[in-house]
């Protein structure tokens, strides 16, 4: 890696930057208001629409058949002197993932919410994500010129579903059809738009009032949040432009409140201000804190300074026509084409042939990227999503994206046995670009086992497959991934590990207690006390206990939802080892668990259908017969909307199903539940299968 001693004029260069994604429910709208950002700020000439397959990020074959987003597709434009670096992920709840691993490396989004149906089940996921990784974001009330469009509905969803303090900084110019502009309650202007020309001009007539009381609410709103703003109003009533902007801004990023826009992106409506609101609210790299890593087991701090060692995360791999595309965020330093850099992970040291400006499927040949870029590189050839990559005498190891488990499983094998080959190496390269899908071979039937998500995550990789790779594919029926969980514990388990088969010997004594655990995972503790088991072999104990979560008692599955504890063993002076005591918690949590009392857990999903009144009956019986468990119930302008949990292993073809009850008019979204237990006639159906 060559030194960069360019002198860092870095602050204004980075504060220049937004990186940010766009989130939402699917169908609220996330690829129109890429598409319109893009047109916006002359990234584009030509608007794409999702229903016309003319989008820039929606430019995989699978997403224009579909009409939804599967892949993130990063893409970069201009606004007001500011580069805009902008991932498009996808709202279905099997790409979850994608989601995920976007958000890891994002410093600020933009979350879009229908204006009709407000916070949907996969909007309040991805909100729940971005809390996890601490994502400030702008929210942005889309669909404002359709049928029963509700600015003020909308706004109570999120204050009611997302538990955040909304502040609304828009008040919408006409109604549903005839939405034509909004007002701007911070400067007090209204913006109007005909033929995608937008006009700025005093706020007057019917709406100045209704302006007036808004931009009061929002003072006070404000003034309740932020000391400084509170200090200003108490002694003038009022806040300046100025104050109010900083505190939106500040508000924005501690996450103490959402400022909410409004628009229709189809339209064409509302965008440029959402431009500016991302400039104004959300923050630059140089607004983020430094990155922590770790480097030989101590904590380390990487500055976002080009001047600094270089820092990255690979977030998403990709194969195209130019090769094996690896997307990064840098942290800290400066790239150069043609540089090394090592996988801190693997210690592997690979070289950087090219790098590119990432347009989606498009690209753009750079000689360097700098510490705040989302930039794509050519040459990696072992970098996995999650890698840290860094300068190969500066290695730090960062944190990767967490990889939910997969819950759905297809039996999968070539149609032609000359294709078997062929078909392993693109299961290979599929996992390796998304490791939420899971490739392994079943020991008892020798079959080929695909694991995702969802059917529909399964499904587009089976297709990417066919398509990309002309291998013809058989699929099994669909499993999904059982665990099992501890019902009723043991005390006192005793295990005696011993070993002698000639030179030194293998001794350790464990005494278990295991006991269940209210929620899933698991536990470990030791209580042992006068050293008879010390610290280093308890930590073996507990990675053989680990090693044993693998396979339950009952038909194999992975163990999940118990404690152990280990209250007691013994040593031996000459015998006793780490790898002996770890055997010895492999196989006493084995026998720990023959002994207790066992149940199943299923992966569970909550269903939100909306159905015309005259289908709700059959609806209703269908999820009864699939297990549900109906939860809620609305009706309202001819039609219902239930919301229920329903088992994963029944839920398999309930599209068609449901397209069939409802003459096609029945929509339905889903989202993960907790695990289930498996009621005993269902549990016993399964075992003896």
């Known amino acids: ?196 020309t937008c006009t700025s001009g005093p706020v007057d007539g019917a709406l100045l009032d209704e302006a007036i009381r808004r931009r009061r609410l929002l003072e006070e709103t404000v003034a309740e949040l932020h000391p400084d703003a509170l200090e200003e109003f108490c002694a003038a009533s009022a806040l300046t432009e100025r104050t109010l902007v900083r505190a939106l801004r500040e508000l924005t990023l501690s996450g103490d409140a959402v400022v909410v826009l409004c628009g229709s992106a189809y ?42 060692p270089f820092t990255a995360l690979a977030f998403k791999v990709a194969a195209t026509t130019r090769g094996r595309l690896t997307y990064l965020r840098v942290y800290s330093g400066t790239l150069l084409k043609g540089d090394s850099v090592r996988d801190a992970a693997t210690g592997r040291i690979e070289r950087v042939g090219r790098i590119l400006r990432v347009q989606a499927d498009r690209h753009e040949e750079r000689e360097e990227a700098m510490a705040g870029d989302i930039v794509a590189v050519v040459g990696l050839k072992a970098a996995r999503p999650g890698a840290t990559l860094c300068a190969p005498d500066a290695p730090v190891l960062l944190e990767p994206p967490s990889v939910a488990e997969p819950v759905v499983s297809v039996a999968v094998e070539a149609r032609r046995s000359t294709d078997t080959g062929r078909l392993a190496a693109a299961l290979a390269r599929l996992a390796e670009e998304d490791p939420s899908l899971v490739v392994r071979s079943d020991a008892e039937t020798g079959q080929t086992v695909l694991s995702g998500m969802g059917e529909l995550h399964l499904e587009v990789a089976v297709e990417k497959i066919r398509r990309d790779q002309g291998v013809e594919v058989t699929v099994g029926r669909p499993q999904v991934s059982y665990r099992e969980t501890v019902l009723r514990g043991v005390t006192g388990l005793v295990y005696r590990h011993v070993k002698q088969d000639g030179g030194a010997g293998q001794f350790a004594q464990v005494v278990l207690d295991v006991a269940p655990l209210e929620e899933v995972g698991f536990e470990f503790r030791s209580t042992v006390v006068g050293g008879r088991v010390p610290q280093e072999y308890a930590r ?27 209250t007691d063993g013994a040593t031996h002076a000459k015998d006793s080892s780490e790898p002996a005591f770890r055997t010895a918690g492999r196989f006493a949590l084995r026998e720990a668990l023959r002994a207790s009392v066992m149940g199943l857990l299923e992966p569970v999903v909550e269903v939100t259908v909306t159905v015309p009144e005259d289908g709700v009956g059959g609806v209703l019986g269908d999820l009864a017969a699939r297990r549900g468990q ?37 929509t339905f979204t889903t989202r993960p539940a907790p695990l289930a237990p498996v009621p005993a006639a269902v549990a016993d159906a399964l075992l003896t299968r």
């Open 1 to 196: 890696m060559r030194t960069n001693t360019r002198p860092l004029a870095a602050t204004s260069s980075l504060s220049a930057v937004r990186n940010l994604g766009i989130l939402a429910h699917v169908d609220a709208g996330k690829t129109t208001v890429t598409e319109r950002i893009l047109f916006a700020t002359g990234a584009v000439h030509k608007r794409g629409e999702v229903h016309e397959g003319t989008t820039v990020t929606d430019f995989d074959a699978q997403e224009r058949d579909r009409g939804i987003t599967i892949f993130a597709a990063a893409v970069s434009c201009r606004w007001d002197g500011h580069r805009i670096n902008l991932i498009d992920t996808p709202g279905h709840v099997d790409f979850a993932d994608e989601v995920e691993r976007s958000l890891r490396v994002l410093d600020g989004a933009v979350a879009v919410f229908d204006a009709v149906a407000g916070v949907e089940p996969q909007s309040e996921s991805v909100w729940r994500q971005a809390d996890r990784h601490g994502v400030p974001r702008i929210a942005f009330v889309n669909k404002l010129d359709r049928t029963g469009a509700d600015l003020d509905g909308a706004v109570a969803s999120i204050r009611e579903r997302l538990g955040a303090v909304p502040l609304v900084v828009q008040l919408p110019i006409g109604r549903e059809d005839g939405f034509t502009g909004v007002v701007d309650l911070v400067r007090m202007r209204a913006l109007r738009w005909h033929d995608d």
């Open 267 to 308: 339209r064409n409506r509302g965008i440029e201000p959402l431009l500016d609101a991302v400039l104004a609210y959300l923050p630059s790299p140089a607004d983020m804190p430094p990155v922590r890593g770790i480097t030989g087991g101590v904590e380390q701090e990487r500055a976002p300074d080009p001047a600094e």
């Open 540 to 566: 073996a104990v507990e990675a053989g206990c680990r090693d044993a979560l693998a396979e339950g008692p009952i038909g194999g599955h992975p163990v999940t939802g118990l404690r152990v504890t280990l």
């Open 630 to 666: 109906v939860s809620a119930s609305t009706a309202g302008a001819g039609s219902a909307v239930i919301t229920a949990t329903v088992p994963l292993a029944e839920f398999f073809g309930y599209a068609s199903r449901l397209r069939g009850r409802t003459q096609g008019r029945g």
